[in-house]
């Protein structure tokens, strides 16, 4: 059974950085497109961010443009986020997510496009 295991969350000042990273496990990691998302009390889950299987185009959410990189080593299989000038409206668990794509340069955003998801790590900015 696939696994994805996030870590790096934890509490953070704002204007601070964390990164995340999830370490996928029996799937062929290079054949998959990866996302993270989040989601905030009381809110639905969002799109932060996608990377192809290659690594070579990547697509953000407007909100964390320019914030916000998202990178993979398909030799470790791992997709990690880099976040940087947190703001208290980044607060909520991050999830990543995997879904099996023929092309190497497709990104997906739509969460039900994705077949697989982690438990998620929680990410507190504080102001």
């Known amino acids: 059974q696939v696994q994805l295991v996030e870590s790096g969350g934890g509490l953070v000042q704002a204007e601070g950085s964390l990164r995340l990273s999830c370490a996928a496990s029996?799937?062929?990691?290079?054949?998959?497109?990866m996302g993270w998302f989040r989601q905030a009390p009381g809110k639905e889950r969002e799109f932060v961010a996608t990377?192809?299987?290659?690594?070579?185009?990547?697509s953000y959410a407007d909100s964390v443009k320019g914030r916000f990189t998202v990178s993979r080593d398909n030799a470790e299989n791992t997709v990690y986020l880099q976040m940087t000038s947190l703001k208290p409206e980044d607060t909520g668990v991050y999830f990543c997510?995997?879904?099996?794509?023929?092309?190497?340069?497709?990104?997906?955003?739509?969460?039900?496009?994705?077949?697989?998801w982690g438990q998620g790590t929680q990410v507190t900015v504080s102001s």
């Open positions: 997510a995997a879904v099996f794509s023929v092309g190497l340069s497709r990104v997906v955003v739509p969460a039900q496009s994705y077949n697989y």
């Open positions: 029996r799937l062929t990691f290079s054949m998959y497109t």
């Open positions: 990377i192809s299987r290659s690594g070579g185009v990547t």
